[in-house]
């Protein structure tokens, strides 16, 4: 097998060990049991444990962007009023949230975890500027766009775990609930000829 794959492999073993035990025994014997990798290779792939942490956050991170970025366009939609271009972006988004269990709880563990600050909030910060930029316009001057937009992921992270968690359905009707909290705490913010619009 290939480094590469080995790395890949070890990726992949991290994501369901944090998933399902959290970071703090997420141990390298684990991740290495996990996989059916010598441990030993995990020091030749990555600098350390939170050198893997961090790897597999930031494969993850991309992937979550890659999601978001593919479904940015639409906002462009001007047939559509504004509540309705946000509702289907969110469900978008959404979807690939629920859609992906161990991939949302690992990510959820890490993105509030001393790790994140430590080692990724810098590359996660960079990577999710153009959404900041994408969004500014339908912001009033005063608005941290920033802020909003984690606060948006912030909320739709804590309901997709309760979903994950059995706490609360996966039905539509929560779905469109988390939409609506989400929609009405920002809504605020829009400049006033989109707030008209929606």
């Given at each position: 097998?290939?480094?590469?794959?080995?790395?890949?492999?070890?990726?992949?073993?991290?994501?369901?060990?944090?998933?399902?035990?959290?970071?703090?025994?997420?141990?390298?014997?684990?991740?290495?049991?996990?996989?059916?990798?010598?441990?030993?290779?995990?020091?030749?792939?990555?600098?350390?444990?939170?050198?893997?942490?961090?790897?597999?956050?930031?494969?993850?991170?991309?992937?979550?962007?890659?999601?978001?970025?593919?479904?940015?366009?639409?906002?462009?939609?001007?047939?559509?009023?504004?509540?309705?271009?946000?509702?289907?972006?969110?469900?978008?988004?959404?979807?690939?949230?629920?859609?992906?269990?161990?991939?949302?709880?690992?990510?959820?563990?890490?993105?509030?975890?001393?790790?994140?600050?430590?080692?990724?909030c810098?590359?996660?910060?960079?990577?999710?500027?153009?959404?900041?930029?994408?969004?500014?316009?339908?912001?009033?001057?005063?608005?941290?766009?920033?802020?909003?937009?984690?606060?948006?992921?912030n909320?739709?992270?804590?309901?997709?775990?309760?979903?994950?968690n059995?706490?609360?359905?996966?039905?539509?009707?929560?779905?469109?609930?988390?939409?609506?909290?989400?929609?009405?705490?920002?809504?605020?913010?829009?400049?006033?000829?989109?707030?008209?619009?929606?």
């Amino acid at each position: 097998m290939r480094q590469d794959e080995i790395r890949q492999k070890l990726i992949d073993g991290t994501i369901r060990v944090i998933a399902r035990d959290g970071l703090d025994k997420a141990t390298t014997k684990q991740i290495g049991t996990e996989t059916s990798v010598n441990e030993a290779y995990i020091y030749r792939c990555f600098a350390g444990k939170e050198d893997m942490f961090a790897k597999t956050f930031d494969c993850l991170d991309a992937e979550l962007a890659e999601q978001v970025f593919q479904h940015i366009h639409v906002m462009d939609m001007t047939e559509l009023d504004f509540e309705q271009r946000c509702r289907r972006f969110f469900f978008a988004v959404w979807a690939f949230l629920l859609g992906n269990k161990e991939k949302c709880l690992a990510y959820v563990r890490y993105y509030y975890s001393p790790y994140f600050k430590k080692y990724s909030c810098r590359i996660h910060e960079a990577r999710f500027k153009l959404l900041v930029e994408t969004f500014r316009p339908a912001f009033i001057e005063e608005a941290d766009v920033w802020m909003i937009l984690n606060h948006i992921l912030n909320v739709m992270l804590d309901f997709a775990v309760k979903v994950h968690n059995e706490l609360m359905s996966r039905s539509d009707n929560y779905s469109e609930h988390v939409f609506r909290v989400i929609y009405v705490s920002v809504k605020q913010y829009f400049k006033r000829t989109l707030e008209r619009e929606a």
